[in-house]
């Protein structure tokens, strides 16, 4: 096999999605268990917290499959959360007022399913709130890169001038 071959853009956006989704699913029961550690009687499930047990009235099972796959798909929008930045602008913004819309709502139903939050608007916002900050730091922070990137390639190029010796952007 080729030593430089180096799988394409999309099989590597798949692989982070899959990667992304079998640890979030891996991880999210182990949070249930850690929560439940304290409170759940033994004999009673860990997997599932027994309040949103008694506010749905499924059983365990069916409640363990929507947490699984919650996290599946949560941790599948974290991995293909790697948009390029190409294309033009509106491009990228549809691009990432879906991914957004899309984690955030697979966000909010894990706090729910993982037994997070206790009805109140207050709390939802709040995980919400922090969801969203730590959101667009990490878009911010990868905008930036991205631009920095682009700019050195432009500069070795010769498509760009040189930077000049304290300029940030």
Do not use: K
Request: glycine residues 12%.
């Amino acid at each position: 096999m080729n030593a430089s071959y180096e799988p394409s853009l999309l099989r590597r956006q798949m692989l982070w999605g899959l990667v992304g989704g079998l640890l979030a699913m891996t991880a999210v029961p182990l949070v249930v268990i850690w929560l439940n550690s304290l409170s759940v009687m033994p004999g009673d499930s860990m997997l599932v917290r027994a309040s949103v047990l008694e506010a749905t009235g499924w059983p365990w099972q069916v409640l363990l499959g929507v947490e699984l796959g919650l996290g599946f798909g949560f941790g599948v929008t974290v991995g293909l959360a790697v948009p390029p930045m190409e294309g033009s602008g509106q491009a990228v913004a549809v691009r990432t007022v879906l991914h957004f819309l899309v984690s955030s709502g697979l966000f909010a139903g894990l706090c729910w399913v993982c037994g997070l939050v206790r009805g109140s608007w207050q709390t939802w916002l709040t995980l919400l709130g922090m969801y969203w900050f730590a959101y667009a730091v990490v878009w911010l922070m990868r905008y930036l890169h991205w631009r920095w990137e682009l700019r050195r390639i432009r500069e070795r190029l010769g498509l760009a001038r040189p930077e000049t010796p304290g300029r940030i952007w």
